[in-house]
């Protein structure tokens, strides 16, 4: 499929070293520059942020202040949307401008003044400035909910409802995610769908480590022990995260909690340290780590099998991106755990002695 970009677009692309488009990227390009309503599903790590991105980007045609509004689950998946869309929007001379609880809402009214063409935000602030008639959805053409599934689920439901009821009746909504969790009576009318759910990601190794549940925590530590080791742990429960950051640090390991109660300006601080290297393990619940896109994240570690595959695959997903090798090791402690895991992913089993991995 032929896209035209503008020249300065493809240039971005050519110095990225990005000669072909992801499926999605291709096949969503031409209806949502149409200003068609698009429903995309496609695995994590499959550049669906660009994939909705350079349309919107391209389709922009005057400088009138508020005409894209696109919602996350969470700040730090808003946190990233911002810091991609600030990047390619700026070589259009167009502005972007992030809205997320936890920051200041002053100075986000004043950056509103500034006229910003693209809002990105967390369903909360953005109602909040609605309401407070500083967000004029009557300028809005297009609404993108990237994660749809999250932003549909029970907390941030009422909040994206109440968004689009007051958006003008001429207007796009795009729908994006890995998993399509949705009732197809949510999706505005005339919705296309394009699904590449069922797209392989062979560069992602499956794995178990059998383990006796009261060693889970050791087996971390000795995790976060190799060298150049690097992980993102989820966990099922809180009570389990916040057990295994206390007693990793009480054995002074290298590992870290993003736990929701930690503000925004810590929680950024904990990613780039993550991001930089500077940690071993970065534990999580899957509600803060949805949407987090970490470079050559090596592996991603389940403390217990996940809830069910829609889960897994979200998580599993945090590795592997563009193409690169990743690795998921879920600890098992039960042979019913291991027939759950099975229905979720091709695996093998693992064992680590002296600091190395071996199949088993």
């Known amino acids: 499929m032929i896209i035209k970009l503008a020249p300065i677009l493809q240039e ?26 698009l429903l995309g599903i496609s695995p994590t790590g499959t550049g669906k942020t660009l994939a909705y991105l350079l349309p919107l980007l391209s389709k922009i045609e005057n400088k009138k202040s508020q005409q894209i509004l696109i ?9 990233q949307i911002f810091d991609v869309t600030k990047e390619w929007a700026q070589l259009l001379n167009l502005t972007a401008q992030l809205f997320i609880s936890g920051s200041s809402q002053k100075r986000q009214i004043e950056r509103l003044k500034k006229g910003p063409q693209i809002l990105i935000g967390t369903p909360g602030r953005i109602f909040e400035l609605i309401k407070l008639k500083k967000i004029k959805m009557m300028n809005v ?14 907390s941030q439901y009422h909040f994206v409802t109440k968004i689009c009821h007051h958006v003008p009746r001429q207007h796009q909504m795009i729908y994006l995610s890995a998993t399509n969790k949705l009732d197809p009576k949510e999706l505005a009318d005339n919705t296309i769908t394009l699904d590449f759910s069922q797209q392989k990601l062979d560069n992602i190794s499956h794995y178990y480590l059998q383990i006796d549940k009261r060693n889970r925590i050791d087996l971390l530590r000795k995790l976060s022990n190799i060298p150049n080791f690097h992980g993102l742990v989820f966990f099922n429960k809180l009570s389990d995260l916040g057990a295994a950051e206390e007693r990793l640090q009480f054995n002074q390991s ?3 909690s993003l736990a929701s109660d930690v503000n925004v300006k810590f929680r950024k601080t904990i990613l780039e340290k993550f991001k930089n290297q500077e940690l071993a393990l970065l534990l999580a619940t899957d509600l803060v780590a949805r949407g987090i896109d970490i470079d050559n994240l090596e592996f991603v570690i389940n403390f217990e099998v996940a809830r069910d595959k829609d ?49 088993k």
């Open 254 to 256: 290298s590992a870290v």
């Open 12 to 37: 971005k692309l050519n110095q990225m070293g990005i000669s072909q488009l992801t499926s999605i990227q291709e096949q969503v390009f031409q209806p949502i520059q149409a200003g068609s309503n």
């Open 141 to 154: 053409d297009t609404i993108v909910l990237d994660e749809f599934d999250e932003l549909l689920s029970d």
């Open 71 to 79: 919602l996350a689950p969470n700040t730090e998946l808003a946190g």
């Open 311 to 359: 889960v897994y695959t979200h998580r599993a997903g945090r590795t592997g991106r563009m193409g690169k090798e990743g690795a998921v090791i879920t600890f098992v402690s039960h042979p019913e755990d291991l027939k759950k895991l099975k229905k979720f992913a091709k695996v093998q089993e693992l064992a680590l002695k002296n600091q190395e991995f071996y199949i």
